[in-house]
């Protein structure tokens, strides 16, 4: 994917924060109101999106990791994030993650997505964790095109697993090996 001149000096990735959380829940929000890409179905507030944020430290194998265009000050400067998050509750899921990437639309297609998934992964390449999940709700071409160039494979597909704007989604799922063996 080409990226945009000089991305990699205006971007800059970091740690999430509370003072990210107005504006990564409007990154959120776009998805859950204009897409099937979560199937989540009601808009939250930032309060409501609070949990999920202190659920993500800045160390850990549970990670929040945002884009920041350096050259805008305030809210509108955050052009996406990506996470590492519990991929079951059980104790015996903890060497798993399941990661995702949201980025606005403004910032679709600049090589944003690419440049949070590296740096999420390097991130994670100290944590004892063992694989990596994602699932995609099809169709997503541009996800899977994303998690194949990270080393994901398909491993399964449920289908008409959600329901949103009135029809069935189907969700892909991806698996990429993680830890020392990889």
Known sequence: MPETPGLRTEVQ??????????ALTDIYNHYVRETALT??????????????LLSHPEDGP????????VRIVGH??????????????KAAYATSVEVSV????????????????????????DEVLHRAYAGIALPNDASVRLHERFGF???????????KFGRYWDVAWYEKPLGPET
């Open 76 to 89: 509108s400067s955050v052009l996406g994030y990506a996470t590492s998050s519990a991929f079951r509750p």
């Open 39 to 52: 199937f989540d179905t009601v808009p939250f507030t930032p309060e409501q999106r609070m949990p999920w």
């Open 62 to 69: 549970h990670r929040l990791l945002v884009a920041q265009d």
């Open 153 to 163: 494979r398909h491993v399964g597909t449920y289908a008409e697993v959600g329901r």
């Open 102 to 125: 949201y980025c606005t639309p403004q910032a679709a297609g600049r090589g944003i997505g690419t440049l949070l998934y590296e740096s999420l992964f390097e991130a994670l390449a």
């Open 13 to 22: 990735v970091r740690p999430g924060a509370a003072g990210d959380l107005a």
